[in-house]
């Protein structure tokens, strides 16, 4: 087939194109990982009593990882684009991951010095990062589809933002089912979870993110 | 092909800035973030006139009319980008002339596809050039060849400024390929596209509806940039 061929069938009866391809693929896809990670959490690990629902505990975690997620959906989306700039996206995650941090630090500062150890290690310090690991999986796999419907020209970047959102997901679900209270808690080993899941997505992005 | 030579070296500079590339991004000089600053700052506050990139400053407003469903438009755009991405191909396909032609068409199907990731506030040529120069890695990379990716690192050219209007002849046939879609959408993209009827007369003609045919339409066509792709001449 000559250039000029293919030009008039791609150009015949063509129409507009597709408006915010990026939102329309990766909003379902970290839904569909959120939902899937939240039942998947509460069968394998059981939810947390209601009555913590009436602490903070709960909501810092769901706030924090909720925040990133839209930060690192933000970056999946710049990265889906060729040749775009990612704009504040790595500052906006990164600001968030900082604010976190800023609040395990003065959660305990506030702690009695004999019990700061205990705040962070929390009782599931080792078990934590792994089962969001293990919860984000899901939305990995629908953050991988995604982006690989778009356009990624970086695609070890891509996969890494992918993982960041999906680890993101895997964390707001694994927050029903996570007893732990303290903020130094959540800004250490959620943190490292969900940078775990980021670097699985990093790893796999250049074999998987082909187009 | 060398009419880029001639531009002063700053424009040039500021040309190269504007792809964020991984490729691209290893300046020993460390120019390029300086550089692509100045390239975007020259987007927003110049005027088009005051542009030296005439091409992108011709194509641009072609190029949003099309993006808003003006297909006349889009053919011109596809046939201007077709004859810059030509030239820039070559350059970095000088050992393999006979492989420009099918990087040219998987480029544009490649663009064609992914239309909706252009981002307005960018110069098309830019956009283009970053899918160009995925494609040519991943054709680099399926081949197992490694040689031609660093020169391609600090050339001129990526804004697409040389022209090359002889289409040599691609040696893969799309429409071969076609033949290998499943039946609906083959016949979506024969009646469509290349007999030239309506999305209405093909419905008719098919006993499906309007929207089945765009579908079809559309699915055939990522399936052909995948069979492209699994394909591989040699």
Redesign the interface.
């Known amino acids: 087939m000559k250039t000029d061929t293919l030009i008039e069938l791609l150009a015949r009866d063509a129409g507009a194109a597709p408006r915010a391809p990026a939102a329309r693929r990766l909003w379902p896809a970290a839904l569909i990982g959120l939902l899937v990670s939240a039942c998947a959490a509460i069968a394998v690990f059981g939810a947390i009593p209601a009555a913590l629902y009436a602490t903070p505990a709960p909501w810092t975690k769901l706030a924090y990882a909720g925040t990133l997620a839209l930060a690192a959906g933000w970056l999946s989306a710049r990265l889906s684009r060729p040749a775009a700039p990612l704009a504040g996206a790595p500052r906006a995650g990164a600001a968030v991951v900082l604010a976190m941090a800023a609040l395990g630090a003065a959660s305990l500062a506030a702690e009695p010095a004999g019990s700061r150890v205990a705040a962070l290690l929390g009782h599931s310090w080792w078990s934590c990062p792994v089962s969001v690991l293990a919860l984000s999986l899901p939305a990995l796999a629908a953050a991988l589809w995604a982006v690989r419907g778009l356009a990624p020209t970086r695609p070890r970047a891509a996969g890494f933002a992918a993982g960041l959102l999906a680890g993101s997901v895997g964390a707001c679900g694994y927050a029903l089912s996570c007893p732990e209270v303290s903020p130094a808690f959540v800004a250490v080993w959620y943190t490292l979870g969900i940078a775990l899941t980021g670097a699985l997505g990093a790893a796999l992005g250049p074999r998987v993110l082909r187009w | 092909m060398q009419a880029s030579a001639t531009l002063p070296l700053s424009s040039a500079h500021a040309f190269v800035g ?5 490729l691209a991004g290893r300046d020993p000089e460390g120019r390029r973030g300086q550089a ?1 600053g100045i390239a ?1 700052t020259a987007c927003r506050e110049m005027p088009a006139d005051a542009h030296p990139d005439d091409f992108e400053s011709s194509l641009k407003p072609l190029w949003l009319r ?4 003006d ?2 438009a ?2 011109r755009c ?2 201007l980008l ?1 004859a810059r991405l030509r030239a820039y191909l070559r350059r970095r396909l000088s050992a393999f002339p006979d492989e420009v ?1 099918d990087l ?2 998987e480029t ?3 663009m ?1 596809l ?6 307005p506030a ?1 110069p098309v040529s ?2 283009a ?3 160009a ?2 494609k040519l890695v ?1 054709h680099w990379r399926r081949r197992g060849r490694r040689e031609g990716l660093h020169d391609a690192i600090d050339d001129v050219d990526e804004q697409l400024l040389a022209v090359d209007a002889d ?1 040599g ?2 040696r893969r ?3 071969t390929l076609l033949q290998d879609l499943p039946p609906a959408q083959q016949q979506a ?1 024969v009646l ?3 007999e ?1 009827l ?2 209405a007369e093909a419905a008719q003609r098919t006993g499906a509806s309007a929207s089945a045919i ?1 579908v079809q ?1 559309h699915r055939g ?1 990522k399936r052909l ?1 995948a069979l492209v ?1 699994r394909e591989d001449p040699r």
């Open positions: 504007t792809i964020r590339e991984p692509s975007r099309a993006q808003a469903g297909d006349a889009y053919r596809l046939t077709a032609e040219v068409q544009l199907l490649a064609h992914q239309r909706g990731t252009y981002d960018l830019a956009w050039v970053a899918i120069r995925h991943d289409d002849g691609a046939d799309l429409e993209i469509t596209k290349l030239g309506s999305v765009k339409v066509l940039a792709r």
